[in-house]
């Protein structure tokens, strides 16, 4: 019995030791961390909650806020503006993501074989992506030109009359695509990644069976890519909902609104027109849109995400 609270004793300071030093574990890791809190409640959560607070006034900021409930979402509703830009950047956004996977995979295929020079090649890839917006908006003005643009001279070489483009209803959303396809540079870098992270075990006994090249890259490579396709897709949905700088710079909305992003037109809203109110109420919409797509997205993936070593009933 003495024994036995003697062990007891000498437990107890044992265990506050224990304790003293997971607390102080647990503060060092909370001051890590204060310097991201304090950026994330100064900066983000009290700006969005400001926002959602403002989407129900009508303000521009200097001489105070009138508050008119659901009116703001009303009138969104009621704005051929707003439906417009919806539409505009659903176009845009579900045009481009596919396409960028497409692109952007093969470009990763190619850079994952042994060619010559395949560090120079695997750098000129990427750069574009790490490219200013603005940069590229300018560059690629020049290149889709109708009258002495890259592209259409080109195209007039092989006697083919090229699209006015950036100054045509039809073909300034394409042109946009394009210039984002220009960027997958950044994209093609994670699928590398996930190519050169397959075993090669499973090419081999794909091999064994008797799957052809075909076979292989359907049943093996496809499935092992399908995480890095996924965060692919949820983050190039994301972005390209918020596309601005494209439409800001080179057609500012047009021609005709036929580039008029969800982000362009709160931009106005906001900032040229100065209902700020409004302006909110649009960027919640714009939240609504995204956060829906996104959860769309992420539901889906139990049916068509692999993960290696996986087991699914």
């Known amino acids: 019995m003495a024994r036995q609270m003697g062990v007891a004793a000498q437990a107890q300071p044992n265990q506050r030791r224990h304790f003293s030093q997971r607390t102080r574990d647990n503060i060092a890791g909370f001051l890590f961390i204060a310097p991201w809190l304090l950026h994330f409640f100064a900066l983000i959560a009290f700006a969005m909650l400001f926002s959602l607070g403002i989407s129900f006034t009508k303000t521009d900021l200097l001489t105070g806020f009138t508050f008119v409930g659901f009116d703001n979402f009303v009138r969104m509703w009621n704005d051929p ?15 481009l993501v596919p396409a960028n996977v497409i692109v952007a995979l093969t470009i990763a295929l190619l850079m994952n074989q042994k060619i010559v020079g395949l560090g120079f090649w695997r750098v000129i890839y990427y750069l574009p992506s790490v490219v200013s917006g603005v940069a590229v ?6 290149v889709l030109n109708p009258r002495f643009g890259l592209i259409n001279a080109g195209l007039a070489a092989i006697g083919i009359e090229g699209p006015r483009w950036l100054y045509s209803e039809e073909w300034a959303v394409p042109g946009f695509i394009l210039m984002g396809l220009w960027g997958a540079g950044g994209a093609m870098l994670l699928y590398l990644a996930g190519l050169q992270g397959i075993p090669t075990q499973l090419y081999e006994a794909a091999e064994i069976d008797g799957a052809n090249a075909w076979h ?16 692919n897709v949820l983050i190039s949905i994301i972005a390209s909902f918020q596309v601005f700088t494209q439409s800001f710079i080179l057609t500012n909305g047009g021609p005709n609104n036929a580039t008029l992003t969800q982000v362009l037109y709160l931009y106005r809203k906001g900032f040229q027109d100065f209902q700020f109110g409004y302006a909110s109420a649009l960027a919640w919409a714009l939240f609504t849109v995204i956060l829906f797509f996104t959860i769309l997205v992420v539901r889906s993936s139990n049916t068509w995400v692999h993960y290696e070593g996986e ?3």
């Open 311 to 313: 087991l699914r009933k």
């Open 137 to 142: 908006a300018l560059l690629w003005g020049y």
């Open 216 to 231: 292989r890259f359907w049943n093996v490579t496809i499935p092992m890519l399908t995480p890095t396709i996924y965060f």
């Open 81 to 95: 503006l707003f439906w417009k830009s919806f539409w505009v950047t659903v176009y845009y956004t579900f045009a």
